[in-house]
Protein backbone atom coordinates (compact mmCIF):
# COMPACT_ATOMS: atom_id res chain seq x y z
CA UNK A 1 0.00 0.00 0.00
CA UNK A 2 1.39 3.61 -0.80
CA UNK A 3 2.56 5.51 1.95
CA UNK A 4 0.75 4.95 5.44
CA UNK A 5 -2.80 4.41 4.05
CA UNK A 6 -3.73 2.10 7.00
CA UNK A 7 -5.61 4.88 8.88
CA UNK A 8 -7.75 5.26 6.01
CA UNK A 9 -8.90 1.42 5.63
CA UNK A 10 -12.04 1.29 7.69
CA UNK A 11 -13.35 5.06 6.10
CA UNK A 12 -12.85 3.41 2.13
CA UNK A 13 -14.63 -0.33 3.24
CA UNK A 14 -17.10 2.01 4.66
CA UNK A 15 -17.91 4.13 1.60
CA UNK A 16 -17.23 1.21 -0.77
CA UNK A 17 -19.60 -0.95 1.15
CA UNK A 18 -22.70 1.71 0.87
CA UNK A 19 -21.84 2.32 -2.86
CA UNK A 20 -21.88 -1.36 -3.48
CA UNK A 21 -25.61 -1.17 -1.90
CA UNK A 22 -26.47 1.49 -4.13
CA UNK A 23 -25.24 -0.99 -6.96
CA UNK A 24 -26.94 -4.00 -6.29
CA UNK A 25 -30.24 -2.28 -5.25
CA UNK A 26 -30.36 -0.23 -8.28
CA UNK A 27 -29.29 -3.09 -10.68
CA UNK A 28 -32.39 -4.71 -9.39
CA UNK A 29 -34.63 -1.75 -9.87
CA UNK A 30 -32.79 -1.68 -13.40
CA UNK A 31 -34.00 -5.04 -14.52
CA UNK A 32 -37.76 -4.49 -13.47
CA UNK A 33 -37.86 -0.80 -15.17
CA UNK A 34 -39.13 0.18 -18.49
CA UNK A 35 -36.98 2.81 -18.85
CA UNK A 36 -33.29 1.99 -17.97
CA UNK A 37 -31.64 5.62 -18.68
CA UNK A 38 -32.54 7.28 -15.51
CA UNK A 39 -30.72 4.65 -13.53
CA UNK A 40 -27.62 4.83 -15.17
CA UNK A 41 -26.24 8.06 -14.02
CA UNK A 42 -26.41 6.67 -10.46
CA UNK A 43 -24.93 3.35 -11.13
CA UNK A 44 -21.89 5.15 -13.25
CA UNK A 45 -20.97 7.30 -10.42
CA UNK A 46 -21.26 4.49 -7.96
CA UNK A 47 -18.86 2.55 -9.75
CA UNK A 48 -16.65 5.55 -10.60
CA UNK A 49 -16.36 6.15 -6.55
CA UNK A 50 -15.38 2.84 -5.79
CA UNK A 51 -12.82 3.05 -8.76
CA UNK A 52 -11.25 6.34 -7.62
CA UNK A 53 -11.15 5.09 -3.51
CA UNK A 54 -9.44 1.90 -4.64
CA UNK A 55 -7.16 2.92 -6.96
CA UNK A 56 -6.00 5.64 -4.54
CA UNK A 57 -5.70 2.86 -1.55
CA UNK A 58 -3.64 1.25 -3.56
CA UNK A 59 -6.35 -1.86 -4.44
CA UNK A 60 -5.38 -2.57 -8.37
CA UNK A 61 -7.66 -5.33 -8.83
CA UNK A 62 -10.75 -3.92 -7.14
CA UNK A 63 -10.47 -0.74 -9.04
CA UNK A 64 -10.08 -2.54 -12.49
CA UNK A 65 -13.51 -4.46 -11.92
CA UNK A 66 -15.08 -1.05 -10.30
CA UNK A 67 -13.69 0.47 -13.84
CA UNK A 68 -15.05 -3.01 -16.10
CA UNK A 69 -18.58 -2.26 -14.18
CA UNK A 70 -18.37 1.69 -15.18
CA UNK A 71 -17.55 0.56 -18.60
CA UNK A 72 -20.59 -1.34 -19.52
CA UNK A 73 -22.76 1.50 -17.88
CA UNK A 74 -21.16 4.07 -20.31
CA UNK A 75 -22.27 1.78 -23.38
CA UNK A 76 -25.55 1.18 -21.95
CA UNK A 77 -26.03 4.97 -21.61
CA UNK A 78 -24.46 5.60 -25.06
CA UNK A 79 -27.58 3.09 -26.38
CA UNK A 80 -24.55 0.52 -27.59
CA UNK A 81 -25.99 -2.17 -25.26
CA UNK A 82 -29.26 -3.20 -23.71
CA UNK A 83 -28.45 -4.27 -19.95
CA UNK A 84 -30.65 -7.13 -20.00
CA UNK A 85 -31.13 -10.07 -17.24
CA UNK A 86 -27.61 -11.83 -18.53
CA UNK A 87 -25.41 -8.63 -17.89
CA UNK A 88 -27.24 -7.75 -14.89
CA UNK A 89 -26.33 -11.28 -13.39
CA UNK A 90 -22.99 -10.73 -14.40
CA UNK A 91 -22.62 -7.05 -12.59
CA UNK A 92 -24.09 -9.07 -9.76
CA UNK A 93 -21.19 -11.77 -9.77
CA UNK A 94 -18.97 -8.79 -9.74
CA UNK A 95 -20.89 -6.91 -6.93
CA UNK A 96 -20.52 -9.69 -5.09
CA UNK A 97 -16.61 -10.48 -5.84
CA UNK A 98 -16.03 -6.72 -4.33
CA UNK A 99 -17.74 -7.63 -1.24
CA UNK A 100 -15.61 -10.54 -0.58
CA UNK A 101 -13.15 -8.55 -1.35
CA UNK A 102 -13.72 -6.01 1.05
CA UNK A 103 -14.48 -8.31 4.00
CA UNK A 104 -10.97 -10.12 2.61
CA UNK A 105 -9.24 -6.09 3.30
CA UNK A 106 -10.78 -5.95 6.53
CA UNK A 107 -9.24 -8.88 7.57
CA UNK A 108 -6.02 -9.34 6.08
CA UNK A 109 -5.41 -6.33 3.96
CA UNK A 110 -5.58 -8.44 0.54
CA UNK A 111 -7.95 -8.40 -2.15
CA UNK A 112 -8.88 -11.28 -4.03
CA UNK A 113 -8.37 -11.23 -8.10
CA UNK A 114 -10.60 -10.04 -10.48
CA UNK A 115 -8.92 -11.13 -13.58
CA UNK A 116 -12.09 -13.57 -14.64
CA UNK A 117 -14.88 -11.36 -13.93
CA UNK A 118 -13.08 -8.39 -15.24
CA UNK A 119 -12.46 -10.55 -18.57
CA UNK A 120 -16.21 -11.38 -19.34
CA UNK A 121 -17.58 -7.96 -18.65
CA UNK A 122 -14.71 -6.91 -21.29
CA UNK A 123 -15.84 -9.23 -23.56
CA UNK A 124 -19.28 -8.04 -23.31
CA UNK A 125 -18.57 -4.73 -24.74
CA UNK A 126 -16.47 -6.56 -27.49
CA UNK A 127 -19.27 -8.09 -28.80
CA UNK A 128 -20.99 -5.05 -28.84
CA UNK A 129 -19.92 -3.25 -31.29
CA UNK A 130 -18.72 1.08 -31.79
CA UNK A 131 -17.93 0.48 -27.96
CA UNK A 132 -15.15 2.56 -27.03
CA UNK A 133 -13.80 1.75 -23.35
CA UNK A 134 -11.85 4.02 -21.93
CA UNK A 135 -8.34 3.15 -20.97
CA UNK A 136 -7.74 3.51 -16.95
CA UNK A 137 -4.79 5.63 -16.30
CA UNK A 138 -2.15 4.97 -13.60
CA UNK A 139 -3.11 6.09 -10.27
CA UNK A 140 -0.38 6.54 -7.83
CA UNK A 141 -1.95 6.49 -4.81
CA UNK A 142 0.26 9.00 -3.53
CA UNK A 143 -2.34 11.96 -3.68
CA UNK A 144 -4.44 11.97 -0.36
CA UNK A 145 -6.70 14.83 -1.24
CA UNK A 146 -7.98 12.39 -4.30
CA UNK A 147 -9.50 9.72 -2.07
CA UNK A 148 -12.83 11.58 -1.39
CA UNK A 149 -14.44 9.29 1.29
CA UNK A 150 -16.81 11.00 3.77
CA UNK A 151 -16.41 10.11 7.40
CA UNK A 152 -20.30 8.58 8.25
CA UNK A 153 -22.21 10.12 10.84
CA UNK A 154 -22.71 6.55 12.66
CA UNK A 155 -20.79 4.12 14.50
CA UNK A 156 -21.72 0.59 15.42
CA UNK A 157 -22.28 -0.17 18.78
CA UNK A 158 -22.83 -3.80 20.15
CA UNK A 159 -26.05 -4.96 21.71
CA UNK A 160 -23.73 -6.30 25.06
CA UNK A 161 -22.81 -2.47 25.71
CA UNK A 162 -26.27 -1.16 24.99
CA UNK A 163 -27.31 -4.16 28.17
CA UNK A 164 -24.71 -2.87 29.63
CA UNK A 165 -25.61 0.79 29.87
CA UNK A 166 -29.40 -0.19 30.27
CA UNK A 167 -28.28 -2.05 33.27
CA UNK A 168 -26.53 0.61 34.58
CA UNK A 169 -29.66 2.80 34.32
CA UNK A 170 -31.57 0.28 36.51
CA UNK A 171 -29.51 0.62 39.17
CA UNK A 172 -29.72 4.24 39.03
CA UNK A 173 -33.67 3.97 38.99
CA UNK A 174 -33.28 1.41 41.96
CA UNK A 175 -31.28 4.21 43.79
CA UNK A 176 -33.24 7.19 42.95
CA UNK A 177 -36.33 4.65 43.82
CA UNK A 178 -34.83 3.99 47.16
CA UNK A 179 -34.01 7.86 48.13
CA UNK A 180 -37.14 8.56 47.23
CA UNK A 181 -38.62 5.84 49.93
CA UNK A 182 -36.32 7.20 52.47
CA UNK A 183 -37.17 10.98 51.94
CA UNK A 184 -40.84 10.94 51.95
CA UNK A 185 -41.82 10.04 55.20
CA UNK A 186 -39.24 12.61 56.59
CA UNK A 187 -40.62 15.70 54.23
CA UNK A 188 -44.24 14.59 55.32
CA UNK A 189 -43.25 14.52 59.25
CA UNK A 190 -41.52 18.34 58.35
CA UNK A 191 -45.18 19.41 56.96
CA UNK A 192 -47.31 17.85 59.32
CA UNK A 193 -45.04 18.71 62.23
CA UNK A 194 -45.85 21.46 64.67
CA UNK A 195 -41.87 22.13 65.73
CA UNK A 196 -41.45 25.31 64.85
CA UNK A 197 -37.52 24.94 64.41
CA UNK A 198 -38.58 21.92 62.21
CA UNK A 199 -41.01 24.15 60.38
CA UNK A 200 -38.46 26.66 59.15
CA UNK A 201 -37.09 23.65 57.13
CA UNK A 202 -40.01 23.56 54.70
CA UNK A 203 -37.94 25.56 52.47
CA UNK A 204 -34.86 23.38 52.30
CA UNK A 205 -37.68 20.65 51.95
CA UNK A 206 -38.86 22.23 48.99
CA UNK A 207 -35.34 22.36 47.54
CA UNK A 208 -34.99 18.83 47.54
CA UNK A 209 -37.95 17.79 45.96
CA UNK A 210 -37.47 19.71 43.12
CA UNK A 211 -33.96 18.24 43.14
CA UNK A 212 -35.87 14.37 43.06
CA UNK A 213 -37.79 16.16 40.16
CA UNK A 214 -35.75 17.24 37.81
CA UNK A 215 -33.65 14.28 38.46
CA UNK A 216 -36.68 11.86 37.51
CA UNK A 217 -36.76 14.13 34.32
CA UNK A 218 -33.30 13.55 33.35
CA UNK A 219 -33.40 10.15 33.73
CA UNK A 220 -36.65 9.69 31.46
CA UNK A 221 -34.60 11.66 29.18
CA UNK A 222 -32.12 9.48 29.47
CA UNK A 223 -33.87 6.32 29.13
CA UNK A 224 -35.89 7.27 26.08
CA UNK A 225 -32.29 7.81 24.29
CA UNK A 226 -30.77 4.87 25.38
CA UNK A 227 -34.36 2.90 23.80
CA UNK A 228 -33.73 5.09 20.80
CA UNK A 229 -30.88 3.79 20.26
CA UNK A 230 -31.34 -0.18 20.40
CA UNK A 231 -33.99 0.98 17.50
CA UNK A 232 -32.46 -0.13 14.07
CA UNK A 233 -35.10 0.20 10.99
CA UNK A 234 -36.32 -2.99 9.17
CA UNK A 235 -34.94 -1.62 6.21
CA UNK A 236 -31.48 -2.65 7.01
CA UNK A 237 -32.15 -6.47 6.76
CA UNK A 238 -35.47 -6.08 4.32
CA UNK A 239 -32.70 -4.65 2.00
CA UNK A 240 -30.86 -7.54 1.43
CA UNK A 241 -33.99 -10.31 0.38
CA UNK A 242 -34.95 -8.75 -3.25
CA UNK A 243 -31.61 -9.91 -4.51
CA UNK A 244 -31.40 -13.04 -2.53
CA UNK A 245 -35.43 -13.61 -3.88
CA UNK A 246 -33.91 -12.76 -7.52
CA UNK A 247 -31.64 -14.81 -7.39
CA UNK A 248 -33.34 -18.07 -6.35
CA UNK A 249 -35.85 -17.17 -8.86
CA UNK A 250 -33.55 -16.91 -11.83
CA UNK A 251 -32.07 -20.20 -10.27
CA UNK A 252 -35.44 -22.05 -10.33
CA UNK A 253 -36.35 -20.62 -13.34
CA UNK A 254 -39.76 -18.93 -11.98
CA UNK A 255 -40.71 -15.90 -12.72
CA UNK A 256 -41.45 -14.01 -9.43
CA UNK A 257 -42.31 -10.06 -8.91
CA UNK A 258 -41.43 -9.60 -5.08
CA UNK A 259 -42.62 -6.21 -3.47
CA UNK A 260 -41.40 -5.08 -0.14
CA UNK A 261 -43.42 -2.41 2.31
CA UNK A 262 -42.86 -1.01 5.64
CA UNK A 263 -38.58 -0.54 6.06
CA UNK A 264 -38.87 2.76 7.88
CA UNK A 265 -40.85 0.82 10.92
CA UNK A 266 -38.01 -0.03 13.40
CA UNK A 267 -36.94 -2.79 15.94
CA UNK A 268 -34.94 -3.39 18.77
CA UNK A 269 -31.50 -4.49 17.81
CA UNK A 270 -31.39 -7.55 19.78
CA UNK A 271 -35.07 -8.61 17.21
CA UNK A 272 -32.99 -7.26 14.34
CA UNK A 273 -29.93 -9.74 14.60
CA UNK A 274 -32.33 -12.75 14.82
CA UNK A 275 -34.99 -11.58 12.08
CA UNK A 276 -32.83 -12.13 9.20
CA UNK A 277 -32.57 -15.45 9.03
CA UNK A 278 -36.04 -16.23 9.93
CA UNK A 279 -37.19 -14.05 7.45
CA UNK A 280 -34.77 -15.79 4.34
CA UNK A 281 -36.15 -18.94 5.53
CA UNK A 282 -39.45 -17.97 4.77
CA UNK A 283 -38.99 -16.23 1.83
CA UNK A 284 -36.67 -19.67 0.20
CA UNK A 285 -39.98 -20.96 1.34
CA UNK A 286 -42.47 -19.29 -0.90
CA UNK A 287 -39.88 -19.79 -3.31
CA UNK A 288 -39.33 -22.95 -3.25
CA UNK A 289 -42.50 -24.65 -2.00
CA UNK A 290 -45.12 -21.50 -2.75
CA UNK A 291 -44.67 -20.69 -6.40
CA UNK A 292 -44.67 -23.57 -8.68
CA UNK A 293 -43.70 -21.05 -11.67
CA UNK A 294 -45.45 -17.63 -11.94
CA UNK A 295 -45.98 -15.82 -9.29
CA UNK A 296 -45.25 -12.73 -6.47
CA UNK A 297 -44.21 -12.68 -3.14
CA UNK A 298 -44.53 -10.19 -0.60
CA UNK A 299 -42.75 -9.01 2.43
CA UNK A 300 -44.33 -6.04 4.51
CA UNK A 301 -44.16 -4.82 8.23
CA UNK A 302 -47.12 -2.71 9.93
CA UNK A 303 -47.39 -1.26 13.30
CA UNK A 304 -49.61 -2.04 16.14
CA UNK A 305 -49.34 -0.73 19.26
CA UNK A 306 -46.04 -1.49 21.08
CA UNK A 307 -45.65 -4.24 18.30
CA UNK A 308 -44.87 -5.10 14.61
CA UNK A 309 -46.54 -7.75 12.24
CA UNK A 310 -44.44 -8.92 9.57
CA UNK A 311 -46.23 -10.80 6.77
CA UNK A 312 -44.37 -13.07 4.34
CA UNK A 313 -47.18 -13.68 1.05
CA UNK A 314 -46.86 -16.26 -1.77
CA UNK A 315 -49.46 -16.53 -4.36
CA UNK A 316 -49.10 -19.70 -4.92
CA UNK A 317 -51.25 -22.94 -4.81
CA UNK A 318 -51.37 -23.04 -0.66
CA UNK A 319 -50.38 -25.49 1.63
CA UNK A 320 -50.91 -29.20 0.52
CA UNK A 321 -53.20 -30.12 3.78
CA UNK A 322 -53.33 -34.10 2.57
CA UNK A 323 -49.36 -34.04 2.30
CA UNK A 324 -48.98 -32.48 5.91
CA UNK A 325 -51.43 -35.39 7.37
CA UNK A 326 -49.04 -38.03 5.36
CA UNK A 327 -45.80 -36.81 6.41
CA UNK A 328 -47.27 -36.17 9.96
CA UNK A 329 -48.45 -39.74 10.45
CA UNK A 330 -44.98 -41.01 8.96
CA UNK A 331 -42.94 -38.92 11.23
CA UNK A 332 -45.19 -40.15 14.50
CA UNK A 333 -46.13 -36.54 15.16
CA UNK A 334 -49.69 -38.14 16.55
CA UNK A 335 -51.28 -41.36 15.61
CA UNK A 336 -53.34 -41.46 12.07
CA UNK A 337 -56.47 -41.25 13.86
CA UNK A 338 -55.99 -38.44 15.70
CA UNK A 339 -54.52 -36.53 12.31
CA UNK A 340 -57.39 -37.68 10.57
CA UNK A 341 -59.78 -35.41 12.61
CA UNK A 342 -57.23 -32.36 12.88
CA UNK A 343 -58.86 -29.23 11.01
CA UNK A 344 -56.39 -27.10 8.16
CA UNK A 345 -55.11 -24.89 11.68
CA UNK A 346 -54.02 -27.96 13.63
CA UNK A 347 -52.21 -29.09 10.69
CA UNK A 348 -50.52 -26.08 9.62
CA UNK A 349 -49.45 -25.61 13.12
CA UNK A 350 -47.47 -29.04 12.69
CA UNK A 351 -45.39 -27.27 10.18
CA UNK A 352 -43.00 -26.41 13.27
CA UNK A 353 -42.77 -29.40 14.58
CA UNK A 354 -38.82 -30.34 13.88
CA UNK A 355 -37.97 -32.52 10.68
CA UNK A 356 -41.66 -31.55 9.56
CA UNK A 357 -41.44 -31.14 5.85
CA UNK A 358 -43.88 -31.23 2.92
CA UNK A 359 -41.21 -31.32 0.34
CA UNK A 360 -40.23 -35.22 -1.21
CA UNK A 361 -37.03 -33.39 -2.93
CA UNK A 362 -34.64 -31.88 0.05
CA UNK A 363 -32.73 -29.25 -2.12
CA UNK A 364 -30.03 -27.15 -0.72
CA UNK A 365 -33.07 -24.28 -0.74
CA UNK A 366 -35.37 -25.81 1.81
CA UNK A 367 -36.84 -29.17 2.37
CA UNK A 368 -34.83 -30.34 5.80
CA UNK A 369 -37.63 -29.83 7.87
CA UNK A 370 -36.05 -27.98 10.76
CA UNK A 371 -36.52 -24.20 9.17
CA UNK A 372 -39.45 -23.38 10.90
CA UNK A 373 -39.46 -25.09 14.23
CA UNK A 374 -36.13 -22.44 14.50
CA UNK A 375 -38.37 -19.75 13.10
CA UNK A 376 -40.78 -20.08 16.09
CA UNK A 377 -37.59 -20.67 18.27
CA UNK A 378 -36.64 -16.98 17.05
CA UNK A 379 -39.94 -15.97 17.70
CA UNK A 380 -40.80 -17.03 21.03
CA UNK A 381 -37.29 -16.31 22.43
CA UNK A 382 -37.78 -12.30 21.36
CA UNK A 383 -41.67 -12.78 23.40
CA UNK A 384 -42.87 -12.96 19.79
CA UNK A 385 -44.80 -15.85 17.90
CA UNK A 386 -45.33 -17.14 14.40
CA UNK A 387 -48.71 -18.17 12.74
CA UNK A 388 -49.72 -19.32 9.23
CA UNK A 389 -52.43 -19.02 7.36
CA UNK A 390 -53.39 -20.53 4.18
CA UNK A 391 -55.38 -20.63 1.93
CA UNK A 392 -55.15 -16.62 2.13
CA UNK A 393 -58.64 -15.36 2.95
CA UNK A 394 -58.48 -12.42 0.47
CA UNK A 395 -57.30 -14.31 -2.29
CA UNK A 396 -58.62 -17.93 -1.41
CA UNK A 397 -55.33 -19.20 -2.47
CA UNK A 398 -51.23 -18.65 -1.22
CA UNK A 399 -49.81 -19.07 2.08
CA UNK A 400 -48.89 -16.04 5.05
CA UNK A 401 -46.98 -16.40 7.48
CA UNK A 402 -47.05 -13.69 10.12
CA UNK A 403 -44.09 -12.59 12.61
CA UNK A 404 -45.95 -11.11 15.89
CA UNK A 405 -42.50 -9.61 17.51
CA UNK A 406 -42.51 -6.73 20.18
CA UNK A 407 -40.86 -3.34 18.75
CA UNK A 408 -38.79 -3.07 22.28
CA UNK A 409 -37.30 -5.62 24.14
CA UNK A 410 -36.45 -2.95 26.98
CA UNK A 411 -39.44 -1.47 27.98
CA UNK A 412 -43.54 -2.06 27.81
CA UNK A 413 -46.69 -0.75 28.43
CA UNK A 414 -48.75 -2.85 30.62
CA UNK A 415 -52.22 -3.10 32.27
CA UNK A 416 -51.61 -3.96 35.91
CA UNK A 417 -53.78 -6.05 37.57
CA UNK A 418 -54.65 -8.09 41.08
CA UNK A 419 -55.13 -11.47 41.70
CA UNK A 420 -54.98 -13.10 45.11
CA UNK A 421 -53.05 -10.86 46.36
CA UNK A 422 -50.45 -10.76 43.60
CA UNK A 423 -49.63 -8.42 40.89
CA UNK A 424 -48.78 -9.08 37.48
CA UNK A 425 -48.63 -6.96 34.25
CA UNK A 426 -50.47 -7.50 30.84
CA UNK A 427 -48.74 -6.46 28.01
CA UNK A 428 -50.77 -3.83 26.53
CA UNK A 429 -50.41 -5.03 22.71
CA UNK A 430 -52.88 -7.59 24.37
CA UNK A 431 -55.31 -6.18 25.53
CA UNK A 432 -58.57 -4.46 23.95
CA UNK A 433 -60.33 -3.03 26.73
CA UNK A 434 -61.42 -4.17 30.40
CA UNK A 435 -64.89 -4.55 31.44
CA UNK A 436 -67.00 -4.97 34.44
CA UNK A 437 -69.78 -8.08 34.57
CA UNK A 438 -71.93 -9.99 36.74
CA UNK A 439 -72.17 -13.67 37.86
CA UNK A 440 -75.57 -13.61 36.37
CA UNK A 441 -74.55 -13.34 32.95
CA UNK A 442 -71.64 -15.84 32.98
CA UNK A 443 -72.77 -18.95 30.98
CA UNK A 444 -71.21 -22.03 30.60
CA UNK A 445 -70.24 -24.34 27.25
CA UNK A 446 -68.62 -27.62 27.64
CA UNK A 447 -67.09 -27.29 31.13
CA UNK A 448 -65.85 -23.64 30.44
CA UNK A 449 -67.29 -20.37 31.66
CA UNK A 450 -68.51 -17.92 28.73
CA UNK A 451 -69.51 -14.62 28.66
CA UNK A 452 -71.45 -12.72 25.90
CA UNK A 453 -69.82 -9.57 24.39
CA UNK A 454 -71.23 -7.06 22.21
CA UNK A 455 -73.01 -10.51 20.55
CA UNK A 456 -69.95 -12.97 20.19
CA UNK A 457 -69.86 -15.67 22.82
CA UNK A 458 -66.31 -15.49 24.49
CA UNK A 459 -64.29 -17.81 26.76
CA UNK A 460 -63.90 -16.88 30.38
CA UNK A 461 -60.11 -17.88 31.65
CA UNK A 462 -60.00 -17.07 35.51
CA UNK A 463 -56.32 -15.55 35.98
CA UNK A 464 -56.01 -17.33 39.67
CA UNK A 465 -57.35 -20.80 38.23
CA UNK A 466 -54.51 -20.96 35.13
CA UNK A 467 -51.57 -19.90 37.73
CA UNK A 468 -52.90 -22.21 40.62
CA UNK A 469 -52.81 -19.07 43.20
CA UNK A 470 -54.04 -19.98 46.53
CA UNK A 471 -52.90 -16.89 48.54
CA UNK A 472 -55.48 -14.53 49.40
CA UNK A 473 -59.00 -14.37 49.19
CA UNK A 474 -61.11 -13.93 46.20
CA UNK A 475 -63.38 -11.33 45.21
CA UNK A 476 -66.76 -12.29 46.45
CA UNK A 477 -69.43 -13.34 43.52
CA UNK A 478 -72.18 -11.23 44.46
CA UNK A 479 -70.50 -8.34 43.78
CA UNK A 480 -69.17 -6.98 40.55
CA UNK A 481 -66.69 -8.94 38.70
CA UNK A 482 -63.63 -7.78 36.30
CA UNK A 483 -61.74 -9.41 33.43
CA UNK A 484 -59.59 -8.15 30.48
CA UNK A 485 -60.08 -9.04 26.76
CA UNK A 486 -57.09 -10.05 25.22
CA UNK A 487 -56.88 -11.10 21.63
CA UNK A 488 -53.51 -12.64 20.85
CA UNK A 489 -52.94 -13.77 17.83
CA UNK A 490 -56.58 -14.71 15.63
CA UNK A 491 -57.96 -15.73 19.22
CA UNK A 492 -59.85 -13.46 21.52
CA UNK A 493 -61.00 -14.49 25.16
CA UNK A 494 -61.79 -13.17 28.69
CA UNK A 495 -59.07 -13.26 31.91
CA UNK A 496 -60.95 -12.16 34.60
CA UNK A 497 -58.63 -10.86 37.42
CA UNK A 498 -59.76 -9.48 40.86
CA UNK A 499 -58.62 -6.21 39.94
CA UNK A 500 -57.30 -3.65 37.29
CA UNK A 501 -54.95 -0.53 38.76
CA UNK A 502 -53.51 1.01 35.86
CA UNK A 503 -51.67 1.75 32.44
CA UNK A 504 -47.57 1.93 33.06
CA UNK A 505 -44.38 1.83 31.18
CA UNK A 506 -42.10 -0.53 32.35
CA UNK A 507 -38.49 -1.42 32.53
CA UNK A 508 -38.47 -5.09 31.04
CA UNK A 509 -36.52 -7.99 32.75
CA UNK A 510 -36.02 -11.45 32.17
CA UNK A 511 -37.53 -13.97 33.98
CA UNK A 512 -36.29 -15.95 37.24
CA UNK A 513 -34.82 -19.35 35.96
CA UNK A 514 -37.39 -21.15 37.56
CA UNK A 515 -40.02 -20.18 35.91
CA UNK A 516 -38.86 -19.96 32.44
CA UNK A 517 -40.66 -22.89 31.57
CA UNK A 518 -44.05 -21.60 32.12
CA UNK A 519 -45.86 -20.46 29.66
CA UNK A 520 -47.66 -18.55 31.40
CA UNK A 521 -45.06 -15.48 31.91
CA UNK A 522 -43.23 -13.67 29.31
CA UNK A 523 -40.92 -11.54 31.28
CA UNK A 524 -40.91 -9.76 34.29
CA UNK A 525 -40.91 -5.74 34.56
CA UNK A 526 -39.88 -3.52 37.33
CA UNK A 527 -41.96 -1.18 38.53
CA UNK A 528 -41.90 2.54 39.64
CA UNK A 529 -41.86 1.36 43.55
CA UNK A 530 -38.96 -0.73 42.88
CA UNK A 531 -40.79 -3.94 42.94
CA UNK A 532 -40.38 -6.72 40.40
CA UNK A 533 -43.62 -8.03 38.79
CA UNK A 534 -44.60 -10.93 36.52
CA UNK A 535 -45.60 -10.21 32.79
CA UNK A 536 -48.16 -12.18 31.78
CA UNK A 537 -48.10 -13.85 28.17
CA UNK A 538 -51.87 -13.95 26.53
CA UNK A 539 -51.16 -16.36 24.43
CA UNK A 540 -49.36 -18.92 27.12
CA UNK A 541 -52.04 -18.57 29.49
CA UNK A 542 -54.82 -19.53 26.52
CA UNK A 543 -53.05 -22.46 25.91
CA UNK A 544 -52.26 -23.69 29.76
CA UNK A 545 -55.77 -23.14 30.25
CA UNK A 546 -57.02 -25.40 27.26
CA UNK A 547 -54.56 -28.03 28.88
CA UNK A 548 -56.21 -27.11 31.93
CA UNK A 549 -59.66 -27.85 30.32
CA UNK A 550 -58.74 -30.95 28.31
CA UNK A 551 -57.32 -32.85 31.32
CA UNK A 552 -60.38 -31.84 33.22
CA UNK A 553 -62.71 -33.56 30.79
CA UNK A 554 -60.21 -36.54 29.98
CA UNK A 555 -60.58 -37.40 33.87
CA UNK A 556 -64.25 -36.71 34.23
Do not use: W
Request: charged content about 25%; overall charge negative.
Amino acid sequence: MPLNMNKYKDLFCAEAEEQLAILSRLLLVLEKSTNHMEYHEELMRSAHTIKGAAATMGYASMAELAHAVEDIFHAAERGALVVDTRIITLLLSAIDLMTHSLASIKSSDVELPSKEVVDKLKKILEENAGVQTVVPQEKTGTDVQQLHIVTPDTIKVSVEKLDTLMGLFEEMLMLRLKANSMIEPAVEFVRTTTDPVLKQQLFFIAELEALFAELARLMTEHQDALLAIRLVPLEQIFGQFPRMVRDLSVREEKAIEFFVEGGDIALDRTVIEGLGGALAHLLRNAVDHGIVSRGTISLSAVREKGRVRIFVEDSGAGIDYGRVKEVATAQGVGTSEEIALMGNEQLAELLFHQNMSTNKVVTDISGRGVGLAAVRGFAEDVGGRVEVISPIPEIGKGTRFVLDLPISLATVRVLVVQARGYTFAIPFDHVIKTLHFETREVGDAAHQETLFLDGTLLPLMHLDKILKLSYGSAPSPEHSRTAVLIRTGEKTFLLEVDACTGEQDLLIKSLPPVLRNNKGFSGSALLPDGRTILLLDGHGLLIQAIDDILNTQSLS
